[in-house]
């Protein structure tokens, strides 16, 4: 059974920190890595997707990659009170599926003014 | 419209009733999913059409019945359901199946 492990938080920062969010996965196979944002009663938002190892950026968005240690992150540099919002880890690939997205449970982030 | 709807976003049901949800993506995709997300677990895919036919039933109980009648509409029949079956319900498309999945609004459903 595939699994994608995220810290529930909620994790807090203030305003202008760098915010970390970490994922575990842990199916050696799987090949593409998302990260979805979530704001509460809202549905998930695709904010970052990776394939390959090392970093990706995209605006006050990095998403970083470590097959070898089956580990993804997403660091929210300058973070604003408007990141506050659930972040959903999910990973496609591997056994059994290629098209199968598996979630974590999310890290509940709140950035303080 | 653009993107995946769903409609309602908010329904109510007794668990004698029988009611539908309905998602309706305007993007031209070939996939569509649909998803439950409960309190304090992770999304789970319940099912997955690809060009209207159905590749994923992931073991979620026959009171829960998919229709997929054209690559534009998908939805869920319900019947008989259980208070633990509240949740939000999401649908998802998907241009290809290993493409990126794209989600509507969800309907919130309560079940007393």
């Not at chain 2, 409609?7 to 993506?25: A, D, F, I, W, Y």
């Not at chain 2, 998803?35 to 059409?49: D, G, I, T």
């Not at chain 2, 534009?72 to 999945?101: K, R, W």
Request: aromatic residues 10%; proline residues 5%.
């Amino acid at each position: 059974q595939k699994e994608v492990e995220q810290n529930s938080g909620p994790l807090s920062v203030p305003e202008g920190a760098i915010a970390s969010l970490n994922c575990t996965y842990s199916d050696r196979g799987s090949q593409s890595f998302f990260w979805y944002r979530q704001y509460s009663g809202k549905s998930p938002e695709l904010i970052m997707s990776i394939y390959s190892n090392g970093d990706k950026e995209d605006g006050r968005f990095t998403a970083q990659l470590n097959k070898a240690s089956q580990y993804v992150s997403l660091l929210i540099r300058d973070s604003q009170p408007s990141d506050s919002a659930t972040y959903l880890c999910a990973v496609r690939g591997g056994g059994g599926s290629n098209y199968k997205l598996t979630f974590g449970k999310g890290t509940l982030l709140t950035v303080n003014p | 419209e653009t993107g995946v709807t769903q409609t309602p976003r908010h329904l109510v049901m007794g668990m004698t009733n029988k009611k539908s949800l309905k998602c309706e993506q305007h993007l031209g995709h070939n996939a569509m999913y649909w998803y439950k997300q409960s309190a304090k677990k992770p999304l789970e895919l319940m099912f997955v059409y690809s060009l209207e036919e159905r590749v994923e039933n992931n073991s979620v109980p026959s009171r829960f019945s998919p229709e997929c009648p054209n690559s534009s509409h998908l939805f869920l029949h319900l019947h008989t359901l259980q208070p633990e079956d509240s949740a939000l319900y999401l649908c998802a498309s998907s241009q290809l199946l290993t493409d990126t999945q794209y989600f509507g609004p969800g309907t919130r459903l309560t079940v007393l």
